[in-house]
């Protein structure tokens, strides 16, 4: 079975640009959660989908949105990209209801703002 | 306060001790992981414990719900255990959702 997988894996842009990272969950697994990962923040939860509805979202602006397909693949957008908004973006996979739960993650993008 | 501590930030071992990185949480949860991030970023799931102790190989992970902290024990520490290693929690009602520690950067030396 193949990981949980993220495109791209690295990415520069500049101010003001928006940016669309892919997370593509293991086959059959129906929740994918976002995280932004910093040095001075470590990790920090964006949102968490399952089957094409978010369930719950992290406390960061509207910039940071996402969806998520009927394939369960899912992506996240930010807009107005800030040069704070450089970080390491995983996605997991779950499987198994909360509390007795697994998680998958992949290896990240790694966005670079300019 | 930060929900979930872990100490301790950085830890030097020489091959073969016995290390021990601590979890402390201050909320209601669902569930602890214990995660292992190697240089490059990818992140692996080691435990996940509602209670006790669960044993994989060389580690060990325990968890006293009423004390509300959790360790990570590694026996016979290997140059490739040299990681960072993350506490995260499941918090309990409301949103459900996974609060991390700042992690444990472990380097073992041979």
């Known amino acids: 079975k193949a990981g949980v997988t993220q495109t791209p894996r690295y990415l520069i842009k500049t101010r003001g640009q928006q940016v669309t990272l892919s997370c593509s969950p293991i086959?059959?697994?129906?929740?994918v959660s976002w995280y932004q990962q910093t040095p001075g923040q470590g990790l920090q939860f964006l949102f968490e989908?399952?089957?094409?509805?978010?369930?719950n979202k992290g406390n960061f602006p509207g910039r940071f949105s996402g969806r998520q397909f009927s394939n369960s693949r899912s992506e996240m957008n930010v807009s107005t990209l800030e040069l704070g908004d450089s970080a390491l973006y995983l996605c997991?996979?779950?499987?198994?209801?909360?509390?007795?739960?697994?998680?998958?993650f992949g290896s990240g993008t790694q966005l670079s703002v300019l | 306060k930060n929900e979930v501590e872990q100490s301790p930030q950085n830890l030097t071992a020489q091959e073969g001790e016995f290390i021990t990185i601590n979890c402390s949480y201050s909320?209601?949860?669902?569930?602890l992981h214990w995660l292992q991030q190697h240089p490059g970023g990818g992140i692996v799931s080691l435990f996940m414990?509602?209670?006790g102790k669960k044993k994989h190989g060389r580690l060990i992970a325990t968890i006293n719900i009423q004390e509300k902290h959790s360790s990570l024990h590694i026996t016979a520490s290997h140059p490739r255990d040299s990681a960072v290693y993350i506490c995260?929690?499941?918090?309990?009602?409301?949103?459900?959702?996974?609060?991390f520690g700042k992690g444990t950067k472990l380097t073992v030396n041979p």
């Open positions: 909320v209601g949860i669902s569930a």
């Open positions: 997991a996979s779950r499987v198994g209801p909360l509390g007795v739960e697994k998680l998958f």
């Open positions: 995260a929690v499941r918090v309990q009602g409301g949103s459900e959702k996974l609060v």
């Open positions: 086959s059959g697994h129906r929740s």
């Open positions: 414990l509602s209670s």
């Open positions: 989908y399952f089957s094409e509805t978010q369930r």
